[in-house]
């Protein structure tokens, strides 16, 4: 399964960037895509899932200024974000979750891309 992760930048505070994560698998075996991110010294977090139906979740550090979406191909989400802050500066990773036969799931990661907003 190939996973891929672009769109990262430099931008400074307040501007914008959009991610895009873009997998091999098939349309109907993927399920929930989520991107995490991972700061310097840091755990890495949630920042906002889509489940296979559509349905949104967000971390509230994020919430009204970032937006996930799929595109229409289905095997791509992408992350569209706004006003960004410098406390956004992470390696964002694509994780998107795999629908095996009898319920079984299995998870993928990206490779990450680097956001790096300066104030």
């Known amino acids: 399964v190939q996973l891929q992760a672009s769109g990262g930048g430099l931008v400074q505070a307040g501007g914008s960037l959009r991610l895009t994560c873009t997998t091999s698998?098939?349309?109907?075996?993927?399920?929930?895509v989520g991107w995490y991110r991972q700061a310097p010294g840091k755990e890495r977090v949630l920042v906002a899932t889509i489940a296979g139906v559509g349905n949104t979740n967000y971390a509230e550090s994020v919430l009204d200024r970032f937006t996930i979406s799929r595109g229409n191909a289905r095997n791509t989400v992408y992350l569209q974000m706004n006003s960004l802050k410098p406390e956004d500066t992470a390696l964002y990773y694509c994780n998107v979750e795999e629908l095996l036969r009898f319920g079984a799931r299995r998870t993928h990661w990206g490779q990450g891309t680097l956001v790096t907003v300066s104030s």
């Open positions: 698998l098939s349309t109907f075996g993927i399920g929930t």
